[in-house]
């Protein structure tokens, strides 16, 4: 049964309306600039393995000499090497383009009808008269049809709605998802080439001339259309949000425990429990049934109001700028301004992710969440101005994020109510996913190897000694049988002694009874050490990393093929490649000029001559040890219900399941820290048992600052949400009109400021932010905020790119076309001072605001809140987002971001929910495209 605990509201969910679409999205055939991602230098012996790292895919052993190296890069030294993506087990998209088409020009004409392609125009009709619309639109990129049939009854707050988008990318061979074809169903014909659109100054064809193609086709989508209108109450679900989470039980057990349903939650819950039983725990309350939440009209109300379960939680960077996290199931999809636009495909590339099933899992959430906006004057306007103002090409509309400007689409339909990610769930299996509502995650529960052992026990293997074979020893064993470890020493995480390179010396002379490191002395009078801890030698030695040759393999009579395959099972976990200092690369050109040759550049192989070799210490100084193979095992989760009662939800005995958080870019960080994964000194200071000390989590956070301008209109506009956006080479440009953003920064405190603003508001956003700044526990609470610092324009070129980008929205501002919304006595420069007294934040103010674009930048920063990052790819989360170092615990959601994907970043949030359930739920083998419950 879906439980789906809350509020007793009931929620009509209507019949998957997949089965009646065409699943062919919004393709891509042309991509924007994007920049490169650096992550964490993570090496592995074989580049080929270790893009197949989580398919199990293993490598072959050339036959060759021994000097030959094997599979391996050999990267300029001193220059940090990129890290390999792996592939999660997926074969590449085949015929994949790097090129992305545009989608549909906004300023052509149909033949049947004289509207702009791709965008749904309000019509006028009498009350209860049923309306037929065909619109027909070509892409001028790859010759793609598109074939949007709409039904509406006019009055009615529902629209019943049928798309069907067809697509053809040559060039690109973009997938499409096949609906299943229904008994008796003709197989579908090959479309007829478009013929050429008709010239404004030719005369239109007949109408409806246009659906002289395929005959059969047509009555199928009428006869699907029918249907839609007809059909009986009784093919609706409904879904009750009924049981309080107060109301669970105080254990229960499950295959998977997600921790935060919100933009990724929602989907990757939805796909998951198609095949496993899911567990939703969601801080937050439901979406339904909140009129701030569900009408465009009430965005601002919706950020303003603040209580201690509102959907929007207030917080206060400590560089001053005020920002809002999300507290509902749905996310930041029930609180942000509705635009949807898709990552480009570099940078679904950056990300690791196969670009065709990134593209399915898109389409999938286009279906059922995304409209075509309806523009009103001032963002045809606005739309206008850009072009003018030369962010060109035009785009028109498009999924796809372009540079020049563009119509994306939009999370609110033609009516204004908003769908969320909550939606998604009407896809979930409700015999196999329970959704708790005001249930607060307190911390992880691990399996702790220091337990508390019986008087006596029972195993099928006993290890005694977890040294540097010991642990990977017993790693293996435990998949299939029952292993002890017994080590005579303590655990290596914590001590910072072990963990930091800088201490290397200190933890070798620091000798008590219990310390890592224990002293002896040879009868020849040698003083050396033996290692007294958990991971052995390796939490002791100078990290460097080199292989035996393979003819010391074959003395030791080892495979060699086994032997290499092992070897690269340790070094993508522990292995970085090494970040040469100067004294390095003088040491190592010193040994060439010596005659210590050949030059081997870098290799894990044991080679005569001079060589460059790997380290166990991470580009941070942080050790890593054999102890991080034994991966401490997340199995459950403590959470808090509304009434302050404590429960456990554990993961299923010998459940092959995980914890998942998605908790999001403050939420997830935090929770790692509340449950012991940190920094350990950061823990300790808060009184924290250190579980694993890994200090990336909650480092290198971003937000993508935002300045406004205020254009103030002599008359009403339409309220308009972001529908259209100018992108260029490290910034992007969107508006929206008729809200008051102070309003919503000053949440509801002054009631003297109205929550509406006669007139637009133009921002910029800075795409990809270089500063970088950090998170920390301010308390034990876990609803309460973290401490954050984002360090907002620290680097100069972040400056530079704000003040460029500015200068573009006042040439907005200036242009013809928006010149009938503006007073014209009021200058840009007028409009600049007039925003610097209404921009609302806690930061120092300069008398330049007014006059200076660079301290405009940064006195008047506000947030954009597509804040991201402290649980990195490739620094605390691996490129399958399972964190590293410990077993059973993912995170997927925005806080494993090194960049905002996209000018917005909700489409690629709620595609990557898609994206990893299907990953998981397939055990990383993707899915038919065809016959699966997935589709």
């Given at each position: 049964m879906l439980v789906m605990a809350g509020e007793e509201v009931a929620v009509a969910e209507e019949e998957n309306r997949g089965d009646a679409e065409e699943e062919a999205g919004n393709g891509d055939t042309k991509d924007g600039a994007g920049a490169d991602v650096v992550g964490t230098e993570k090496a592995g012996g074989d580049e080929d393995d270790k893009a197949g790292a989580g398919a199990g895919g293993e490598a072959e052993v050339p036959n060759n000499g021994e000097a030959a190296v094997e599979d391996e890069p050999k990267p300029k030294l001193g220059v940090e090497a990129p890290n390999p993506k792996p592939k999660l087990g997926l074969e590449e998209a085949e015929g994949a383009a790097d090129a992305e088409g545009k989608g549909m020009g906004l300023g052509e004409e149909t033949a049947c009808e004289e509207k702009r392609p791709g965008v749904v125009e309000a019509e006028d009709g009498a009350d209860g008269e049923k309306r037929l619309e065909v619109v027909e639109a070509e892409d001028g990129a790859d010759g793609g049809k598109r074939l949007k049939v709409e039904a509406a009854e006019d009055g009615a707050d529902v629209e019943k709605r049928l798309e069907v988008e067809k697509a053809e990318d040559a060039a690109d061979e973009e997938p499409k998802v096949e609906r299943p074809k229904r008994d008796g169903e003709e197989p579908a014909e090959e479309e007829a080439p478009r013929e050429k659109p008709v010239a404004e100054d030719e005369a239109a064809p007949a109408a409806c001339e246009s659906w002289s193609w395929e005959d059969k086709e047509c009555s199928f989508l009428l006869l699907l259309l029918l249907l839609q209108l007809f059909s009986s109450s009784a093919s609706m679900a409904s879904v009750m949000l009924r049981t309080q989470a107060a109301d669970s039980p105080r254990a229960?057990?499950?295959?998977?425990?997600?921790?935060?349903g919100g933009t990724?939650?929602?989907?990757?819950?939805?796909?998951?429990s198609k095949r496993f039983d899911v567990l939703v725990l969601e801080r937050g309350g439901s979406p339904y049934g909140n009129a701030n939440i569900s009408k465009l009209a009430s965005f601002i109300e919706n950020?303003?109001?603040?209580?201690?379960?509102?959907?929007?939680?207030?917080?206060?960077?400590?560089?001053?700028?005020?920002?809002?996290?999300?507290?509902?199931?749905?996310?930041?999809?029930?609180?942000?301004?509705?635009?949807?636009?898709?990552?480009?495909?570099?940078?679904?590339?950056?990300?690791?992710?196969?670009?065709?099933?990134?593209?399915?899992?898109?389409?999938?959430?286009e279906r059922e969440l995304v409209f075509w906006p309806q523009l009103t004057e001032w963002t045809s306007a606005y739309r206008a101005g850009l072009l003018e103002a030369g962010v060109t090409p035009d785009n028109g509309f498009t999924y796809q994020h372009l540079d020049g400007t563009k119509v994306g689409g939009t999370t609110f339909d033609p009516t204004g109510h908003r769908h969320t990610a909550a939606d998604l769930l009407r896809y979930a299996d409700p015999a196999r996913i329970t959704v708790l509502l005001r249930a607060t995650a307190q911390m992880i529960l691990f399996?702790?190897?220091?337990?508390?052992?019986?008087r006596a026990s029972y195993h099928d293997y006993i290890i005694v000694g977890g040294g540097t074979a010991g642990c990977p020893l017993a790693a293996t064993l435990s998949k299939r049988f029952d292993v002890l470890v017994l080590e005579r020493g303590g655990s290596p995480y914590g001590n910072a002694n072990i963990?930091?390179?800088?201490?290397?010396?200190?933890?070798?002379?620091?000798?008590?009874?219990?310390?890592?490191?224990?002293?002896?002395v040879s009868e020849d009078g040698v003083i050396n050490t033996r290692a007294r801890c958990l991971g052995g030698g390796t939490c002791i030695n100078a990290g460097f990393y080199s292989r035996a040759s393979r003819r010391e393999l074959m003395d030791m009579r080892l495979n060699p093929k086994l032997a290499h395959q092992s070897f690269q099972w340790v070094e993508r976990e522990l292995v970085f490649w090494p970040q040469l200092t100067e004294w390095t690369s003088a040491f190592r050109a010193g040994l060439l000029e010596a005659g210590v040759t050949a030059d081997?550049?870098?290799?894990?192989?044991?080679?005569?001559?001079?060589?460059?070799?790997?380290?166990?210490?991470?580009?941070?100084?942080?050790?890593?040890?054999?102890?991080?193979?034994?991966?401490?095992?997340?199995?459950?989760v403590v959470y808090k219900d509304e009434a302050d009662n404590i429960h456990e939800a554990r993961l299923k005995g010998f459940s092959a399941g995980e914890i998942i958080l998605?908790?999001?870019?403050?939420?997830?960080?935090?929770l790692l820290m509340l449950s012991g994964v940190d920094p350990a000194d950061h823990l300790k200071s808060f009184g924290i048992e250190v579980v694993l000390d890994q200090p990336m989590v909650g480092h290198g956070i971003a937000d993508n600052p935002m300045n406004i301008f205020d254009v103030p209109s002599p008359e009403a506009l339409t309220i308009t949400s972001a529908q259209a956006g100018g992108i260029r080479p490290g910034y992007y440009v969107e508006s929206l009109t008729g809200f008051n953003l102070d309003a919503a920064l000053l949440g509801g405190n002054s009631p003297t400021v109205p929550y509406s603003f006669q007139g637009g508001v133009l921002v910029e956003k800075l795409a990809r932010p270089l500063s970088r700044g950090y998170l920390r526990l301010k308390n034990l609470d876990p609803e309460d905020n973290p401490s954050v610092t984002y360090n907002y324009f620290t680097e100069p070129e972040d400056l530079r790119t704000c003040v460029e980008a500015l200068q573009t929205v006042m040439r907005v501002i200036d242009t013809q076309a928006l010149s009938e919304f503006r007073y014209p006595n009021q200058?840009?420069?007028?409009?600049?001072?007039?925003?610097?007294?209404?921009?609302?934040?806690?930061?120092?103010?300069?008398?330049?605001?007014?006059?200076?674009?660079?301290?405009?930048?940064?006195?008047?920063?506000?947030?954009?809140?597509?804040?991201?990052?402290?649980?990195?790819?490739?620094?605390?989360?691996?490129?399958?987002?399972?964190?590293?170092?410990?077993?059973?615990?993912?995170?997927?959601?925005?806080?494993?971001?090194?960049?905002?994907?996209?000018?917005?970043?909700?489409?690629?949030?709620?595609?990557?929910?898609?994206?990893?359930?299907?990953?998981?739920?397939?055990?990383?083998?993707?899915?038919?495209?065809?016959?699966?419950?997935?589709?």
């Open positions: 229960s057990y499950h295959d998977y425990i997600i921790v935060g990724a939650g929602c989907p990757l819950a939805a796909t998951l950020l303003a109001y603040l209580t201690p379960t509102s959907p929007a939680q207030r917080f206060v960077s400590e560089d001053g700028v005020i920002n809002t996290r999300a507290r509902c199931l749905g996310g930041g999809t029930c609180i942000n301004a509705g635009f949807y636009s898709r990552a480009s495909r570099l940078e679904v590339k950056d990300m690791g992710l196969n670009p065709k099933l990134a593209d399915q899992s898109f389409q999938w959430v399996r702790n190897q220091a337990a508390d052992s019986p963990s930091n390179l800088a201490s290397f010396i200190e933890n070798l002379a620091y000798l008590t009874p219990t310390s890592p490191a224990q002293r002896f081997n550049g870098f290799t894990y192989q044991h080679l005569d001559g001079t060589k460059v070799g790997g380290t166990t210490f991470d580009p941070t100084g942080h050790r890593h040890t054999a102890a991080d193979l034994l991966r401490y095992a997340a199995y459950g998605s908790a999001g870019a403050l939420g997830s960080p935090q200058t840009v420069e007028y409009l600049q001072a007039l925003t610097a007294s209404l921009v609302v934040n806690n930061r120092a103010r300069s008398p330049l605001d007014a006059t200076s674009l660079d301290q405009f930048c940064k006195d008047l920063v506000l947030t954009f809140w597509h804040f991201h990052g402290g649980c990195e790819v490739g620094k605390v989360v691996d490129h399958e987002y399972r964190v590293i170092g410990v077993g059973g615990l993912r995170v997927i959601d925005g806080s494993t971001f090194s960049f905002s994907p996209g000018t917005n970043p909700q489409a690629t949030l709620l595609m990557l929910g898609r994206y990893m359930g299907i990953l998981i739920g397939y055990d990383g083998v993707e899915p038919s495209l065809s016959g699966s419950s997935f589709y």
